[in-house]
């Protein structure tokens, strides 16, 4: 998980990554290579959590829920 690149962070609880948005965001590409589940979570005690990501994994995920990829 990490927050936003346009939030200024890249400190303790706020890391920075784009994972959590692309394979919200391309859910389809995710199937097409086989993929069938993500799981999200903290990798390390000092990562970004629910808590500390601005909203973004339930806005992303909300927007995921009103459109789902169709599984082959």
Do not use: I
Not at 14 to 43: C, I, M, Q, W
Not at 54 to 68: C, I, N, R, V
């Amino acid at each position: 998980m990490g927050v936003p690149s346009s939030t200024p962070g890249a400190h303790l609880g706020h890391y920075r990554d784009n994972r959590e948005e692309y394979f919200l965001k391309h859910p389809s590409e995710l199937t097409a290579a086989g993929g069938l589940a993500v799981v999200f979570g903290a990798g390390d005690s000092n990562q970004t959590l629910l808590t500390s990501d601005g909203g973004q994994f339930q806005a992303l995920s909300s927007a995921y829920s009103s459109a789902p990829a169709p599984l082959p």
